[in-house]
């Protein structure tokens, strides 16, 4: 929390800029990460579930694609509700749950977790306190280790935990985590070189009320977690679409009054941003492209950034993502590191 004397959005644009450093501390610790996945590989599941809230349901978002994609596996993200307020007693034999949340605080998650275990999950905890509620419901642990967190938007920990999903589920399959070698000096990379870009798209955007974003494949979570930044931060009327659910009807919505972050990255998810890019633009619509292939499309703004392995794409994209909500937050007054009605543990039923 920002406490008196401290400049607005002090701590938010410190754990931004942490992040390198996070990232590359984490790979380190990769072999703490592959026990975890060896106690699960020598338990294949029959299909997996992921149990989150907020910005840790984006994560989870972005680790049903790697599981679909890498493992094989079917992968779905569950409702907690159905267990703790309909009282539901689902079979979970032979399944994996994640439950993915940055403070394993959230009593529903908990008890979730604790329900499915006892049910014949097997249940494991992706957090940043180790000492919680839920790492100690869950059988398996993992700390994703992004230090504490004093703004209330979470950014390290975000990217962190992404991260920590990666090498979880690559582990899984057999792999060590070589396509995420380096991972610190791309994020810094994408960090130096969107400086100028960043600002243009924060002076472009400073008086706009209504943000759509947009991305496929594992950038969809890029999307949604960019879409929140922007809301929590500066209290911008900010939706999250599909590239492919934009297209079904709620482009009808979208004119020269609409601003659009396309999340563009190389690989089979960018490309099938194409159509999505070409619709907007004919709308009308402000567009900011973000991604490894925003230079290669229509836009008003491209923030390019570092190529890297499609499936750890969004732990770039997310960080000048991260900085626009920053820019934007402080250029409307608000103060990013502690928004109106909000707090860093939120407790839900």
């Known amino acids: 929390m920002t406490s008196q004397g401290d400049r607005p959005g002090v701590h938010m644009a410190a754990e931004i ?55 094989g596996l079917p992968a779905g993200l569950v409702s907690p509700s159905t267990v703790t307020l309909y009282g539901a007693q689902p079979d979970l034999r032979d399944v994996l749950l994640i439950t993915v949340s940055q403070s394993g605080g959230s009593p529903d998650l908990v008890e979730f977790t604790a329900s499915a275990r006892e049910r014949g999950a097997l249940t494991v905890a992706v957090s940043n306190t180790p000492s919680s509620p839920l790492h100690g419901a869950a059988e398996l642990a993992v ?28 582990a899984v399959r057999g792999g060590k985590g070589a396509d995420a070698e380096g991972i610190g000096e791309l994020a810094q990379q994408a960090l130096d070189g969107s400086v100028d870009s960043v600002q243009r798209a924060v002076d472009r955007y400073r008086f706009v009320n209504r943000v759509i974003t947009a991305g496929r494949g594992y950038s969809y979570a890029t999307a949604l977690e960019s879409a929140l930044k922007l809301a929590e931060t500066s209290y911008l009327a900010a939706r999250a679409y599909s590239g492919a659910d934009l297209l079904h009807g709620p482009v009808a919505a979208i004119d020269e009054e609409t601003a659009v972050l396309a999340v563009t990255s190389r690989g089979k998810g960018g490309g099938a941003m194409g159509d999505v890019l070409d619709a907007v633009s004919s709308r009308g619509a402000d567009v900011v492209a973000v ?59």
């Open 17 to 71: 800029a942490e992040q390198p450093a996070v990232l590359a501390g984490l790979l380190d610790r990769r072999s703490d990460i592959a026990g975890v996945a060896d106690a699960i590989a020598k338990r294949p599941p029959r299909f997996a579930l992921l149990a989150a809230r907020g910005s840790s349901d984006h994560a989870a978002l972005y680790a049903k694609y790697l599981i679909e994609v890498l493992l």
């Open 143 to 170: 700390d994703i280790g992004a230090g504490t967190e004093k703004a209330v938007a979470a950014t390290k920990t975000y990217s962190a935990t992404l991260l920590s999903l990666y090498l979880l589920i690559d």
């Open 291 to 349: 991604g490894s292939a925003a230079a290669d499309v229509p836009a008003d703004v491209r923030i390019a950034l570092p190529e890297t392995a499609e499936e750890l794409s969004p732990i770039l994209e997310i960080l000048p993502a991260q900085r626009v909500a920053l820019g934007l937050s402080l250029a409307r007054g608000v103060d990013p590191d502690n928004p109106r009605g909000l707090n860093k543990v939120t407790k839900t039923r």
